[in-house]
DNA sequence: AGACCATGTGAGATCGATCTCACATGCATT
DNA sequence: AATGCATGTGAGATCGATCTCACATGGTCT
């Protein structure tokens, strides 16, 4: 026989006092006697009594949850983001619905319907694209407190927390470059994904500004995973006349690029140098280690917390927009090459 | 100005028809005129109506949320099992609330307290220990489905879904002791933590079946974090006698030790020996490989999310516990040791 | 004595949804 | 005509909590 929760009336029943008088005594408020305070708290104990918190929410308006859509969990960075989030959003005794979107929009869409359909206090969102920003809109317009994290979205004023894509991608290629390295591939995700074209932005300026004209063919288009990115890099360095470097735009497609290059037989340094965007633990062991673009992960998921708690406890203020720097971690990837 | 969201009421009052219609005619029970119909769906289309889960959770029982209470999702093993998790759940239009208990019994039971005021239909959690049982007791008193995931409890009976741990490590030290290991250390998580039980057995039962007296100076014990594993390594392999090989119990501290051996300038496997539980996605490109015990990542998560929906359909069978086996890869980082 | 305030309590309303059942209409059957 | 059934509708109850306000008591001040 499964025992049903206890109900503050059965509470109130129990203690002998009026569900009203339950409710002030466990919850402080208003005016109780301290004798029947001490009555109505020992019969919660006696019988396990724990507060619905789905009436309070219906009474009081929402649930202590928010809400966190993000490309996927497997990524390490989205990991680590979410794993952040939810620390302090244990501290201020909120609980963290995570969503992957996998980068499909309509998955995004449904999820932030679903998730609002449970009044959902507040969302950090890594927005999969700026194709349709309604969803997005119709937050600000109920005046649901929103943080875009990792990305951004024209048009959506809220706050926000990025990473200088274009600048980190533009300081790897630059380095590409100096090391003499002109035909220089990128393995990038779908342009529909903000970081995906602020990265790409960075790789063709830069490339410009080195006299050199981007060209499609060094560009290989993957999903953020391992399995995605062998085969986008198999494809690239498949070409007749295959790129001498490559610029890998986060660290699950570093690690298919390595596993490609294994594949094929391609030795780094020595045949085709590497530096990917986002650092991981391993980078350092691999034989060589890896040259990559850091970005402060670690800062990331708590500043986007922090913001959106700020609002969730009622603060109005304008949309704050935090950028944060990246940095190139010069390791043992990358090889200089002759002028020709 | 905000616009509050559009309730049944609203819905009712602007297709002029009662709560009790608008409601039937919105989710189609009960008998409801076409033509009424049709009306409260171009009320509630109009006015963007979105129904409140919260106030029908509160009538019906649930809401359509399950619960997930994994060590750290920062392991790319419980973030694999997050991910498939909510990949099935979002199928049977749930959400998926994770938590990480972080190995701490007392954030396991506040984080279970917590999700359970929320009516939280089902949960699978990984338990961190079995010193105190009372909260997942309750659950099962309660009826609330339960699926215990990589690890069990004694004395809880419910569904369950792990690995064999003990039949894992003894495979590793069995291989390292055919290679000439005797000196076999072993880096371990806290032994609350039943995989983490299960492995020691392991491999000190491997060890006395190869006629090896267990020696405590060859266990260090180290939380399941890059960092903690460097420093664990360091401190195992700064002693007199340092062991001539090494297991580590989960990915994480696989790599921890490779980073520690590489900060002391200890080569593998010319200097020492090196398995490690669970693949990961570098184990082969490492110099060398890795050989590691490998277990069933993808079936592991899909497994416990079926097994919870299969209660949550309302089915009433006896409690399973689904066991997968593990297997041995070997790869490059293990050396052949004389007898000596 | 009357007015005001503080303290304490409980009945009933509220939150937004679903459900029940009384009532109404129309049709078919006896 | 009476009865039974199907269809359709709406008032009010329910879910479990919080909130409001009427009522009661006691004390203080004018």
């Given at each position: 026989m499964a025992q049903k929760p206890a109900t503050l009336k059965d509470v109130a029943a129990y203690a002998n006092v009026s569900r009203a008088t339950a409710a002030r005594a466990l919850n402080s408020y208003g005016y109780v006697g301290d004798e029947t305070a001490r009555k109505v708290h020992e019969a919660a104990e006696k019988l396990g009594y724990r507060g619905n918190r789905l009436a309070q929410a219906l009474r009081n308006g929402q649930l202590p949850i928010i809400g966190c859509i993000l490309?996927?969990?497997?990524n390490p960075f989205f990991a680590r983001i979410a794993h952040d989030i939810e620390v302090l959003a244990r501290k201020y005794r909120y609980n963290l619905i995570i969503g992957s979107s996998e980068e499909d929009l309509e998955q995004e869409v449904s999820l932030l319907a679903s998730l609002q359909s449970l009044s959902i206090r507040g969302f950090i969102v890594a927005p999969?694209?700026?194709?349709?920003t309604f969803h997005l809109e119709r937050l600000i317009e109920e005046n649901v407190p929103l943080v875009l994290i990792d990305r951004v979205v024209k048009g959506i004023e809220c706050d926000s927390v990025v990473v200088d894509n274009e600048g980190g991608a533009r300081k790897a290629i630059e380095y590409l470059i100096a090391m003499g390295h002109r035909r220089i591939g990128l393995l990038q995700?779908?342009?529909?994904?903000f970081t995906s074209r602020e990265r790409l932005s960075g790789y063709q300026s830069a490339l410009m500004a080195g006299g050199i004209t981007p060209d499609d063919a060094m560009i290989s288009v993957s999903q953020s995973t391992v399995e995605h990115a062998i085969d986008a890099t198999i494809r690239l360095f498949s070409q007749k006349t295959p790129p001498t470097a490559l610029f890998t735009v986060d660290s699950l497609m570093t690690q298919g690029a390595l596993l490609a290059f294994r594949a094929m037989g391609i030795?780094?340094?020595?045949d085709v140098s590497l530096v990917g965007f986002d650092d991981f633990n391993l980078a350092t062991f691999t034989d060589p280690q890896i040259t990559v673009v850091a970005q402060p992960v670690s800062e990331i998921g708590l500043a986007a917390a922090r913001l959106l708690f700020e609002k969730l406890s009622g603060q109005s203020s304008p949309p704050q927009q935090i950028r944060f720097e990246t940095k190139l971690l010069i390791r043992g990837s990358v090889s200089r090459r002759p002028e020709g």
């Amino acid at each position: 026989m499964a025992q049903k929760p206890a109900t503050l009336k059965d509470v109130a029943a129990y203690a002998n006092v009026s569900r009203a008088t339950a409710a002030r005594a466990l919850n402080s408020y208003g005016y109780v006697g301290d004798e029947t305070a001490r009555k109505v708290h020992e019969a919660a104990e006696k019988l396990g009594y724990r507060g619905n918190r789905l009436a309070q929410a219906l009474r009081n308006g929402q649930l202590p949850i928010i809400g966190c859509i993000l490309g996927d969990i497997q990524n390490p960075f989205f990991a680590r983001i979410a794993h952040d989030i939810e620390v302090l959003a244990r501290k201020y005794r909120y609980n963290l619905i995570i969503g992957s979107s996998e980068e499909d929009l309509e998955q995004e869409v449904s999820l932030l319907a679903s998730l609002q359909s449970l009044s959902i206090r507040g969302f950090i969102v890594a927005p999969t694209s700026d194709e349709n920003t309604f969803h997005l809109e119709r937050l600000i317009e109920e005046n649901v407190p929103l943080v875009l994290i990792d990305r951004v979205v024209k048009g959506i004023e809220c706050d926000s927390v990025v990473v200088d894509n274009e600048g980190g991608a533009r300081k790897a290629i630059e380095y590409l470059i100096a090391m003499g390295h002109r035909r220089i591939g990128l393995l990038q995700d779908d342009t529909r994904i903000f970081t995906s074209r602020e990265r790409l932005s960075g790789y063709q300026s830069a490339l410009m500004a080195g006299g050199i004209t981007p060209d499609d063919a060094m560009i290989s288009v993957s999903q953020s995973t391992v399995e995605h990115a062998i085969d986008a890099t198999i494809r690239l360095f498949s070409q007749k006349t295959p790129p001498t470097a490559l610029f890998t735009v986060d660290s699950l497609m570093t690690q298919g690029a390595l596993l490609a290059f294994r594949a094929m037989g391609i030795s780094i340094p020595h045949d085709v140098s590497l530096v990917g965007f986002d650092d991981f633990n391993l980078a350092t062991f691999t034989d060589p280690q890896i040259t990559v673009v850091a970005q402060p992960v670690s800062e990331i998921g708590l500043a986007a917390a922090r913001l959106l708690f700020e609002k969730l406890s009622g603060q109005s203020s304008p949309p704050q927009q935090i950028r944060f720097e990246t940095k190139l971690l010069i390791r043992g990837s990358v090889s200089r090459r002759p002028e020709g």
